[in-house]
């Protein structure tokens, strides 16, 4: 089973930046560029919310009408390293952030293996 480890997280201000980054976790042999990718965020009394996702090879990426245009995704298959780049954070932006198995489907939508997820990263956007 993929399992992946975010960090990146941290208290920032609104209209900040934080760059998240995803890479495999445990001793194991695979290599992310074979898989998928994609970040959602979980705030306290709220619903899992699927932020972005990327394709094995990083041609397809896709995002939430929440993000768009503020964050970015990207992928550095020879350092097995997903990034999340978050800019212009706003206060509701705050959530634990995971990586997960996931698929880019070309209508734009993300499909994500909750199942894998792993600690997570937070990420507080404060004044």
């Known amino acids: 089973q993929l399992q992946l480890a975010e960090s990146g997280g941290g208290l920032v201000q609104p209209g900040g930046s934080l760059r998240l980054s995803c890479t495999k976790s445990g001793f194991t042999g695979f290599t992310l560029d074979r898989y998928a990718v994609g970040w959602f965020r979980q705030a306290p009394g709220k619903e899992r919310e699927g932020v972005s996702c990327?394709?094995?090879?990083?041609?397809?990426?896709n995002y939430a009408d929440s993000v768009k245009g503020r964050f970015t995704i990207s992928r550095d298959n020879a350092q097995n390293t997903v990034y999340l780049q978050m800019n212009s954070l706003k206060l509701e932006d705050t959530a634990v952030y995971y990586c997960?198995?996931?698929?880019?489907?070309?209508?734009?939508?993300?499909?994500?293996?909750?199942?894998?997820r792993g600690r997570g990263t937070q990420v507080t956007v404060s004044s």
């Open positions: 990327i394709s094995s090879n990083g041609g397809r990426t």
């Open positions: 997960v198995e996931a698929s880019a489907s070309v209508q734009g939508s993300c499909d994500f293996d909750f199942g894998s």
